[in-house]
């Protein structure tokens, strides 16, 4: 058989616009943060992108207090039909300036190009189209003719997506009147602050958003700021709690969004080829950097041998490489700290007695790269079945019945998401009503909408963003 080669196709770096250094956003300026500045590299080479000032606890207290003051002088008090007008008009930047964020999304984060091209930067702006819409229509959102903003968000997100987590937290606080401090993650601050520059050049009233980059210890004075009303975090379970923990009783409000372990289930009766895309998709989509990762195929004994000769097929067509190469599938892992914890949990699965497979692919010679990895034979109790990988490995368990399948999948800490792959339409209903998970995917996965309510059960958190749903968490109802 010719294997076929494909050409390169980088996308060029050039339009990232790239700066030497940058600054935190604080009252509508960039100023230079009193913190330790860091240095956020290219996780696909090494090489040192920028220079970023950072946060000290004097700053949080500076932007929570400029994003109070917007609140209560400006954007609390600000009609929903004006305040609909700003979050177009940043929407549209965003979709305007597309091209330039999806190539420094890929640098800071790894990530291919097709991924951050065609979905984080379009779902970036169709959320704050979407929360633009309903700015002025709060009042029939079912929470009362009138409901209020709670005041000043403070939000604390990953570095998996970071625009996107970024529009998921800003859009919908802002739609409801509330102003935010936003920390990005350590390792994948630049497009929240490009964000920023898009909310200067949209004429955003000063401090209604205000973008603090640095490391955890500013997330936690932001979340624990006093005059903070509401916050929303998105990250690790583990942060999670001690978050939760730290706040109780304070009166404030919390969403947390967390980790995940999701069971993508395939019965016999599925389309094999379909389903091989959707499982592709779901492990794979993003290196496995998802919290909603259908990390966890349980496949019908009857069709698992199969079903694993396609995977390891389709696997093997899987580029991985240069996150800016149109033709990459799979990018470099984050950072040099997440490769290290994918290779441990890799390690206890061969430990543990698991079949690995490792796609052949090449793999270039620097940066943070892992080989897409399906493991078979694995069994409930080992850790690369129990424990969150977020990277491009997928554990293979099989069931015999319907309920074994409703068993396994709900055997888990977790509940973000699910998948179900069958012809029936009746199986489809009957099966997704059990799993006891916040999104259920049929016969799809890894599908994301502004109007679809996102969010977890157990330890991937509470709390829902997105869809009429999501605006309950920035609302005083
Ligand atoms: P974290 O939960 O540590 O990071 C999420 C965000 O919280 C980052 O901005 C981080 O800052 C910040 N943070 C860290 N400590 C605190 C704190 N005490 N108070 C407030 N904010 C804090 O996740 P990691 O990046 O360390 O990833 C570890 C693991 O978590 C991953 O391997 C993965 O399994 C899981 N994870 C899950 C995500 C999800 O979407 N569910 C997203 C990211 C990770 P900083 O960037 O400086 O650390």
Not at 24 to 45: M, Y
Not at 207 to 232: C, M, S, T, W
Not at 375 to 404: K, Y
Request: hydrophobic share 45%.
């Amino acid at each position: 058989m010719t294997a076929w080669e494909y050409a390169p196709a980088p996308e060029s770096r050039d339009i990232a616009n790239l700066k030497p250094s940058y600054r935190i956003f604080v009252d509508g300026q960039f100023a230079d943060g009193t913190g330790e500045p860091l240095k956020t590299i290219n996780p696909a080479t090494g090489e040192v992108l920028a220079e970023v000032s950072t946060a000290s606890t004097a700053d949080v207290d500076r932007a929570v207090r400029a994003a109070r003051r917007a609140y209560d002088k400006v954007w609390g008090r600000m009609p929903g039909t004006e305040r609909a007008k700003y979050l177009f008009r940043i929407a549209r930047q965003i979709a305007e300036r597309a091209r330039e964020l999806a190539v420094l999304e890929s640098l800071d984060n790894g990530k291919p190009i097709r991924e951050s091209r065609d979905v984080d930067v379009p779902t970036a702006s169709a959320h704050f189209f979407y929360h633009a819409g309903w700015a002025d229509k709060l009042g029939y959102a079912g929470y009362g003719p009138d409901p209020k903003p709670l005041g000043v968000a403070g939000q604390v997100i990953p570095w998996n997506f970071p625009l996107l987590m970024a529009a998921w937290k800003i859009a919908p606080a802002l739609a409801c009147g509330n102003t935010v401090v936003l920390k990005p993650a350590e390792t994948t601050p630049l497009t929240a602050l490009v964000l920023a520059e898009i909310c200067q050049q949209a004429e955003l009233p000063p401090g209604v958003v205000n973008i603090l980059p640095g490391a955890g210890d500013v997330g936690a004075a932001v979340v624990a700021h006093p005059d903070v009303n509401k916050v929303a975090f998105t990250g690790s379970t583990e942060v999670g709690k001690q978050i939760q923990a730290a706040l109780a009783g304070s009166g404030k409000k919390l969403t947390l969004e967390l980790g995940g372990k999701a069971a993508n289930i395939v019965f016999e009766d599925a389309a094999l080829d379909q389903a091989v895309e959707g499982i592709v998709n779901g492990i794979f989509f993003n290196q496995g950097h998802v919290c909603c990762a259908g990390s966890r195929l349980l496949a019908s004994e009857s069709i698992v041998d199969e079903l694993l000769v396609k995977l390891h097929d389709r696997i093997s067509t899987l580029r991985v490489g240069d996150p800016l190469d149109k033709n990459t599938d799979v990018g470099a892992i984050n950072s040099a700290e997440q490769l290290a914890k994918i290779k441990s949990l890799v390690a206890a699965g061969e430990a543990e007695g698991a079949e690995r497979w490792t796609s052949p692919c090449p793999l270039p010679d620097k940066g943070f790269f892992f080989a897409p990895t399906v493991f078979a034979n694995v069994s409930q109790a080992m850790r690369i079945a129990r424990e969150e990988i977020f990277g491009p490995v997928l554990s293979v368990l099989t069931f015999r019945t319907p309920d074994e399948a409703v068993a396994k999948a709900n055997n888990t800490p977790y509940g973000l998401s699910a998948g179900v792959w069958t012809e029936k339409g009746s199986r489809i209903l009957a099966i997704t009503q059990r799993l006891r998970a916040g999104v259920v995917w049929a016969n799809t996965f890894n599908r994301f909408d502004p109007a679809a309510p996102f969010g977890g059960y157990q330890e991937s958190g509470f709390g829902r963003e997105g869809g009429r749903a999501g605006l309950e968490a920035y609302l005083d109802v």
